[in-house]
Every structure is written in C-alpha cells, then in structure tokens.
C-alpha cells in the first residue's frame, strides 16, 4: 500500500515520535510519504515533502487558501505515485492550530482522497484555544484514537464501530549501559516541563524522598505558557534552595539519565497515551508517582500492574483559602466553558465545587501553579504540615517504594514489551489501513456530546484550564 502521512510540523515531540514510529514499522511492506510543513529528512526512512500552508497559524504570515494547500498535498502525492496513494494518514486533525486545517482536509475528501484521522490530543480536553467553535470535524471517514477512553467518547459522540479504530503506540525498550551521568543519587521525571505535567507536584513530592535524593526534570517547554510556567517554578525552587535540577536532557543522554536514576517519576494530569506508564520498565526502572485511571486502564487490561501508584494528592483547602480558591474557580471556569457555548449555572458551579473540596481537602493536581506553591511554602515552613499530608496521603511516608520490586518490574517489563511491540504495531496500522481503503463509513462526530464528555465542573482542574498567573 501506499500510504502518505500529515502533520503540522516535524519538530521533535510526541507526536513527531509516533509518526516517525509507525513509517518506521510500515516501511518494509507499504512505500510511504510524509507532508508537513517542516522537515528533518534524517529523521524519516522515506521521503519527506514541506508543504508550507500546513504549518501552524502565525500572525505575520499570509495564509494560503485552503484548496491551494489541498492542491500542493496532491501535487507531491502525485508526483511520488502517478496513481496517487491509497490512504492519506492525518494526526491530530481536531485541533485548530492551523485554523484552516479541516477546510484542508475537506478539500482532500472532495478530491476522491480516502482518509484516516488519528487523533492524539482533544482541544475539548483543556485546550479550548486550539478549538475549531465554528467547523464541524471531518465527517464521512475513518478516524484513530490512541487509548479506549477516547474510543468509547468518539462512540457516544457519533461514530460507528466500523469507522472507529484504536492503535496503541509502540514502545521502544531501553537496552544499554549507562555511562558518564555525574548527577548522583536522584529521582528523575522524564518529561518536556509543560503544565499538563504537573511539575509543583513533582517539587512537592521531593520533599519527602527519604534520602534527600535530587529530583531531576529533564527538558524545558517550547509554548509561551508553559514557558512562563516553568520560569516561575525554576526562580520558586532557587528561593527555597531545594534539591531540584532542570534541564538535564540538555546536557546528558536521556537513556543514561534513565538507567542511572533511582527510580522514576511521574505526576502528569492528563495523557492522551502515557508512554510514562510503560517505557521505565524496559530500562528495570520503578514508576512511582500519579495514577491515571482512565488511562491506565488498557495497560491493566494487558497485565502491566500499576496498583503502587496513587489516584490524588489531598491537602487542607484551609491552606490557601476556600473563598479565594472558589472564586478563582468560578471565574476560570465560566470562561473556558464560554469558550465551548456551554451555560453552566450557579447551582451547578456550587455542587461541583462542593464536590472538588469535600470534606475541605482537594487533590493537589486540581490547583494552578500559584496555590500549589503556597501548599509547599506551607509544607517547608512547619514539620507538622508535612506530618499531616503523610496521615492525609500514606504513600508519602516513602516514595518509591513498592512490595516485591524485581517481581514488579519483570512482570510490567514483559507485558510491555509483549503489547507494545513494532510487530504488533505494524500489524494493526496495515489492518487499519486494510479498512480504510475497502469500507466506506457515513458518520460524524456531534460536538456537543464530545464536549459534555471532556469538560466536567466536578473534576475541573485550574492547572488544566486555566491561564498561568503569579
């Protein structure tokens, strides 16, 4: 088969990774093309092409018409096969970063072109600047999901089975020595520091290591918020002279930082996949840290065990102030739900607050930036607070420890690499790609219902939604 692949761009992420992974577990059996509007030739084992009016929007650019994008895709898909392609495999088609995007691939359907949209990331999932509020998304076509939360929500919002697929990612293993790392004794997060990853967790959690190790965060974020996000905790951990080191994937080997840590760590809000739950187990590694239900659940299901992990972090709403708190609340969300023409009224706004603080303690991963740095101020300043998070949250008495560790990590380690293999990928992608050529489908997706789904007022969280402030 023939399959071109699009993306915004092909700069180095997630999303990247995964594009880079499924043309490297295809290329054997179909000939692939990747579009985008930035290339890294020696990053792809095929062709790649810079279609510029695939880019994300910037001010200072003329944009290029939609057709005119659409016509510059079929020329270079053109000029590699003289038949065209047989699937056009689009990713994250959802989010308005490219404000012309679905107009794009409209274009693309009207032109006979068969596609395949597989969706990483959901603006309706606390990312309401990148929402299409005017487009309806891509009808009448087959989509992907990476996780079966996002499968059973596309079911409810419209789509059928036949048009539905799920392909989980695949995991590359760890499989070297470590050497050269001069860090010593420290407890590594392995993630780009951007909000969603929930660094003042992370902080809050080095505070109870029990042998004081270093907690190491290993890249900084690229978006202006999460830069400004991630200054604001770097000039907070200076002032309290903790144990903390950023950066350090820019001056070490990510793998040798992997294999040398003691354990790893992860305390992320929200995933679309959670290659955090899978990858330190291919390199003998313990995760510890924050839990992800709805995620975590298809990794249980293939026998990765993940019950040492915790599901929310309590602490005293009377630390920061139940009035404050709730003011800031209300205001955030009556304007990201405004974002989504959603009509939230008081009573609803006041029973989901009564929910986030029962018993007056809410999970710390529902607090923006400024009032989760009052809780650690609070923590740092008396002994006795730090006493009564452990009896709120026993797990802190002794981070990363788990009963039966080598057990645990030969067992996740051989569930890993047993699901998440290139093979097995490779497989589903060809099986997918099978299915999009020879079944039609006629389904849409309903907004309304998608959005109902995402944005719940009784798990709203400030650090998700809101907009970061001092």
């Known amino acids: 088969m023939k399959i071109a692949f699009i993306h915004y761009h092909l700069k180095p992420g997630g999303v990247t990774t995964v594009l880079r992974q499924q043309v490297e577990a295809i290329i054997d059996e179909c000939d692939a093309l990747v579009l985008a509007s930035s290339t890294q030739k020696s990053s792809f084992p095929c062709d790649t092409v810079n279609i510029p009016g695939l880019g994300y929007d910037r001010p200072e650019q003329n944009r290029l018409s939609p057709e005119d994008v659409a016509a510059s895709i079929i020329k270079a898909i053109n000029k590699k096969w003289k038949t065209g392609c047989d699937v056009v495999h689009v990713h994250n088609p959802t989010l308005a970063k490219n404000r012309n995007f679905l107009k794009i691939l409209k274009a693309l359907q009207n032109r006979k072109i068969k596609l395949f949209l597989q969706i990483h990331d959901f603006a309706e999932d606390g990312r309401p600047l990148s929402y299409f509020s005017d487009d309806e998304y891509v009808a009448d076509c087959h989509y992907g999901v990476i996780n079966s939360r996002d499968y059973n929500i596309l079911l409810k919002a419209g789509l059928k089975k036949e048009g539905l697929h799920t392909i989980f990612n695949t995991i590359n293993p760890f499989n070297f020595n ?27 959690l080095s505070l109870f290591f029990k042998k004081n190790e270093t907690l190491a965060i290993t890249l900084p974020p690229n978006s202006p918020a999460d830069i400004k996000s991630y200054a604001g905790w770097k000039m907070f951990v200076k002032e309290k002279n903790l144990n903390i080191v950023f950066e350090t994937g820019v001056t070490h080997e990510f793998s040798e930082l992997v294999m040398s840590s003691k354990f790893i760590v992860t305390t992320s809000i929200t995933e679309g996949f959670g290659f955090s739950f899978l990858e330190p187990w291919t390199a003998k590694k313990i995760l510890w840290g924050r839990k992800l239900p709805d995620i975590c659940h298809d990794f249980e299901k293939n026998k990765i065990q993940l019950d040492h992990l915790y599901t929310k972090l309590d602490v005293p709403v009377e630390w920061i102030g139940k009035e404050r708190l709730y003011e800031k609340w209300k205001s955030c969300i009556l304007i990201k739900s405004a974002i989504f023409n ?129």
Do not use: H
Not at 405 to 425: G, P, R
Not at 435 to 442: F, I, L
């Open 178 to 204: 470590p050497t050269g790392v001069t860090i010593k004794e420290y407890v590594l997060y392995p993630i780009r520091a951007i909000r969603r990853k929930n660094i003042g967790e992370a902080i809050l």
């Open 342 to 470: 959603l009509n939230l009224d008081e009573e609803t706004i006041t029973t989901s607050f009564a929910k986030v603080t029962r018993n007056d303690f809410i999970d710390f991963g529902l607090l923006d930036e400024a009032f989760q740095k009052m809780i650690i101020s609070r923590v740092l300043a008396d002994r006795t607070n730090r006493d009564r998070l452990i009896n709120l949250n026993p797990y802190l008495s002794d981070p990363g420890d788990v009963s039966n560790k080598e057990a645990l990590i030969q067992n996740n380690m051989k569930a890993v690499l047993l699901n998440y293999s290139k093979t097995v990928y490779k497989e589903k992608l060809i099986e997918i790609y099978s299915k999009v050529v020879n079944t039609s489908v006629r389904q849409s997706i309903d907004k309304k219902i998608l959005i109902s789904r995402f944005f719940k007022p009784e798990t709203f969280s400030l650090l998700k939604w809101g907009d970061y402030a001092e």
